[in-house]
């Protein structure tokens, strides 16, 4: 069983800058692939990045040059870093892990609380 727990969102401008931790508990997930998720208010939850136990990554278009996702697997913790932010990035930020993961959520069989991270024009 693993246990996740994210940190790091809020309130930031536009064009800011936040970093969304993602910790671990439990057992390691250093051979897991952990994906970040966000969902915004009435809308489907969706897919933002993810990074296998061979740190490749992947990133959704809408994201891709502005966050970054790497792992520390001394600390059991997967970031997300945020930079560039647009309102359009609003919404609770989800962190999942798998032994497989992927793109999709049903993907993922582990599910952390989730953080808020608003961003204002």
């Known amino acids: 069983q693993v246990q996740l727990v994210e940190s790091g969102g809020g309130l930031e401008q536009t064009g800011g800058s936040l970093r969304l931790s993602c910790a671990a508990s439990?057992?390691?997930?250093?051979?897991?692939?952990v994906g970040w998720f966000r969902q915004a208010p009435g809308k489907e939850r969706e897919f933002v990045a993810v990074?296998?136990?061979?740190?490749?990554?992947n990133y959704a278009n809408s994201v891709k040059g502005r966050f970054t996702i790497s792992r520390d697997s001394t600390k059991n913790t997967v970031y997300l870093q945020l930079n560039s932010l647009k309102p359009e990035d609003t919404g609770v930020y989800y962190c999942?892990?798998?032994?497989?993961?992927?793109?999709?959520?049903?993907?993922?069989?582990?599910w952390g609380q989730g953080t808020q991270v608003t961003v204002s024009s």
């Open positions: 439990g057992r390691s997930f250093s051979n897991y692939a």
């Open positions: 999942a892990a798998d032994p497989s993961g992927g793109l999709y959520t049903t993907s993922y069989a582990y």
């Open positions: 990074i296998n136990w061979r740190r490749v990554t």
